[in-house]
């Protein structure tokens, strides 16, 4: 269920009624029971973690500071915000989430967390070949921009696209672990939605997996990207705000058949650093840039000349919502994940994913949100703290039976 809503997969598309033609001004209103869906969720959660104080269970899950103190500083956003419910409720379902992974990776382990991972993320892909190649209407997007193309069970073929090709990370990760034939599989059909969703970004993160999965395949080219991991990522963050300098200090140019414009992302960034400007240290709260646009939606119209829910680029969001001090917070969570790793088999998972996080929210806003890359985020620290740590297997035997009610999951084979 967490995967499923947090990526928007089917939901949306329910909502919709099949698939739409994109931009906010197109949106749909939608009044029905799938809205409690969340909500839902959130009680269940609540419930769950309410049963691991009584048990006494909650001191067993390991969790990352960073990413706590990241999180209290998202519900302290309430404080200033407009619209503090919205920030408040963001912050809730943001950390639930998080304990909620922490707790199946240290009650089940990372074996089954894999397994668990695996299994979701293969029936969103099945899903989405069966949607194009049976119910078109639903699978293919429509518009005079993306007709034709591939979006599945999202309402976007980036969003197709952005997620198979993390998908396909996780897939590469497990084949080249477990030799596993069915990961083989899904990494291929990983490939075909990638392909056939026309995602530029998705293409460029695929290759990106590719070639990062190859070089960490071998032992000399693992030790040499270990010992440069800081600076790796660190000129990669730097690229990314390059990025955003040049749409928007420089001359428009094309190359690649795509505009430095970025699809005019560049009028949206201009605006939002001019706000950021305005607030630059602590931001407007946690998850206020959709809801503002919504409620005063002539401004951002008479700025930016069209309508969009998110500005684009996670970076400048996060800069928006939790100002400097926020984005400094979600650079802490990256940067404390690269530590103390090169033992353990989760390392070229993790890595490869924050090279993924990182140009996904270049040119998306999927950074500090309920939304599937941070949630995906979520699990690949929690992994790759199973797989460094033998210890959390053992304990599988030793709690397992104490939420036997609760086991959804199969035990998976070790590696």
């Known amino acids: 269920m967490l995967i499923v809503l947090s990526s928007g997969a089917f939901i949306q598309q329910i909502k919709d009624g099949g698939a739409r033609e994109q931009g906010l001004e197109n949106s749909l209103v939608y009044t029905g029971p799938l809205n409690k869906l969340p909500l839902i969720w959130l009680v269940g959660i609540l419930f769950f973690i309410a049963i691991l104080i009584l048990t006494k269970n909650l001191k067993r899950i390991k969790i990352a500071w960073p990413m706590v103190v990241l999180i209290a500083f ?26 909620l992974i922490s707790a199946q990776t240290a009650l089940y382990g990372g074996q089954a967390t894999i397994q668990f991972v695996s299994r979701v993320f293969f029936m969103i892909l099945a899903s989405s070949l069966i949607a194009v190649l ?11 921009e993306h007709a034709g193309r591939w979006q599945g069970v999202f309402d976007h073929k980036n969003g197709l696209g952005n997620f198979s090709a993390m998908a396909f990370l996780f897939y590469v990760w497990r084949y080249q672990q477990q030799k596993s034939k069915s990961a083989l599989v899904a990494a291929l059909l990983s490939v075909v939605l990638v392909i056939a969703s026309q995602s530029s970004t998705a293409l460029v993160n695929m290759v990106i997996v ?43 140019f094309s190359i690649f058949e795509k505009d430095s414009s970025f699809s005019n992302r560049n009028l949206i960034w201009i605006y939002i650093l001019s706000k950021v400007s305005a607030s630059p240290w602590i931001g407007y709260g946690m998850d206020q840039l959709g809801v503002l646009t919504n409620k005063n939606s002539a401004e951002f119209f008479t700025n930016v000349g069209f309508l969009v829910g ?38 070229p998972l993790l890595f490869g994913y924050i090279i993924l996080f990182i140009v996904v929210n270049t040119f998306e806003a999927r950074m500090i949100s309920f939304n599937i890359y941070f949630i995906g985020l979520m699990y690949v620290m929690a992994i790759a703290d199973a797989m460094a740590m033998p210890t959390v297997e053992a304990n599988y035997t030793r709690i397992r039976s104490t939420y036997q009610f609760l086991d959804p999951i199969r035990k998976a084979d070790r590696i």
């Open 210 to 252: 590719i070639l990062i999965s190859t070089l960490l395949s071998f032992k000399f080219t693992t030790k040499i990207i270990y010992r440069l991991r800081y600076v790796l990522i660190g000129f990669l963050i730097a690229s990314s705000f390059f990025a955003v300098l040049v749409a928007i200090g420089f001359q428009e």
């Open 134 to 144: 049976i119910v078109p209407s639903y699978g293919l997007a429509v518009g005079d």
């Open 310 to 347: 998110s500005s684009h680029n996670g970076f400048l969001e996060t800069a928006f919502s939790l100002g400097y001090i926020g984005l400094i917070l979600m650079l802490w969570v990256l940067m404390s994940q690269l530590s103390n790793k090169r033992g353990g088999i989760g390392f």
């Open 74 to 99: 998202c519900f302290t956003s309430t404080i200033w915000a407009d619209f503090p419910k919205v920030a408040f409720q963001s912050t809730l379902f943001i950390a639930a989430a998080y304990l």
